[in-house]
């Protein structure tokens, strides 16, 4: 084959082929142990009836422009004071996607002199984030408050004499695992930082009126959170919530909010509907963590830790055996996805395995045996 301008591309997946790492896209099929849909709320009834309710007000299916064009509608602006008022916040800025909020806020907020601190295991958004910003970054142990506040003392006293950002998941999407908030709000105070909690994996599911983990703080001035939409509430987008400043800041400075076309208006109304359905049907909640619990009293006999919430990874380490154990399952009948470096750290390949409202505990009965049997052969 002659020279291509592409034989570099070509090389690079060859060599993840090699590795077991090639990514290829794969038809949703099968009892969902995948998804992010926690609550169930993607394909139910109640977001249906929303849907045709907006269509029924003539809401615009696209915005037709940024919002500081003629992009911006009532229904954006309904959406941000209801969440503000629903996560406890003075102001909320939507979103499309959480990629595009956690790649404007890090891109924008910290200033020139500023320090993010961020938890070695935080999404890569926020990473694109930093890159695009003026801030030093620095990665902390993951879970681990003090290394965060050693990092700060230790910046200061090298002369750091602007302001420290603390930024973390609350819970953490490929572990499962929570961050040590109050801890980490301590030391926020403490040091005159802003604590940033992405509650991608938590909103919804925990917290009064699925508020996310991050209501234990309250309402306070050096707090950002962001409640993305496509996970437990079914819809798409993000939102960040924070003080009005902030949310001033990033129309004005904020390059991916300015210069991207708005969300659906129609996606607004849903995302609002969204919110208050989980608001009002907490069952939904209480269920989704009765089968956590019934998830757990069936793995852990396999040597699988619990982790405590939706999420139960299944680390198995090597590259090769992970993706043979979830091609089996898929086989099987049941959606789970391999996941392997660079998502996860080498050495840590595993199954991620979601429990959501879109399966019941007989679900949950049969995937423990068929990964017992797939384990035990692999």
Not at 10 to 38: E, H, I, K, M, V
Not at 112 to 126: T, Y
Not at 253 to 274: H, N
Not at 338 to 345: D, F, H, L, W
Request: with cysteine; proline share 5%.
């Amino acid at each position: 084959m002659p020279n291509s301008p592409f034989d570099t591309h070509r090389r690079d997946l060859a060599a993840l082929s090699a590795q077991s790492r090639r990514r290829a896209l794969a038809p949703r099929t099968g009892r969902d142990f995948a998804s992010n849909d926690y609550l169930g709320l993607a394909s139910s009834d109640a977001l249906r009836a929303a849907l045709a309710a907006g269509i029924e007000r003539g809401l615009p299916v696209g915005s037709g422009g940024s919002r500081l064009l003629r992009g911006n509608h009532e229904e954006h602006e309904a959406l941000e004071a209801h969440a503000a008022r629903h996560y406890d916040s003075e102001a909320a800025l939507f979103f499309a996607t959480g990629f595009a909020a956690n790649a404007a806020l890090f891109a924008t907020l910290p200033q020139r002199g500023d320090l993010v601190v961020h938890d070695e295991l935080i999404h890569a958004s926020a990473h694109d984030g930093m890159k695009l910003g003026r801030a030093g970054h620095v990665a902390a142990a993951h879970n681990d408050a003090q290394a965060f506040e050693d990092i700060i003392v230790r910046w200061r006293a090298g002369g750091g004499a602007g302001t420290p950002w603390i930024a973390v998941e609350s819970l953490y999407s490929m572990d499962g695992d929570r961050a040590p908030l109050t801890d980490l709000a301590t030391i926020a105070d403490r040091h005159d930082a802003i604590l940033i909690v992405d509650e991608a994996h938590a909103t919804g599911v925990f917290g009064p009126a699925g508020a996310g983990l991050s209501h234990v703080l309250a309402r306070r001035d050096n707090l950002i959170t962001l409640h993305t939409c496509g996970k437990a509430l079914g819809v798409e987008g993000a939102l960040l919530c924070a003080p009005a400043i902030v949310r001033d800041f990033l129309l004005n400075r904020g390059r991916p909010f300015i210069f991207s076309t708005a969300p659906s208006p129609l996606t607004a109304w849903l995302v609002r509907q969204a919110i208050e359905t989980v608001a009002t049907e907490p069952e939904r909640q209480a269920r989704l963590h009765a089968r956590v619990r019934h998830a757990a009293e069936r793995l852990v006999p396999l040597g699988i830790p619990a982790s405590g919430t939706q999420i139960l990874p299944v680390i198995l380490g090597d590259n090769d055996r992970t993706m043979r154990i979830a091609d089996q399952l898929q086989r099987a009948g049941f959606d789970i996805r391999g996941i392997r470096p660079p998502t996860v750290a080498q050495g840590t390949a595993r199954l991620r395995i979601a429990i959501t409202l879109n399966v019941d505990e007989a679900d949950i009965d049969d995937l423990a045996d068929a990964l017992a049997a797939a384990m035990a052969v692999a």
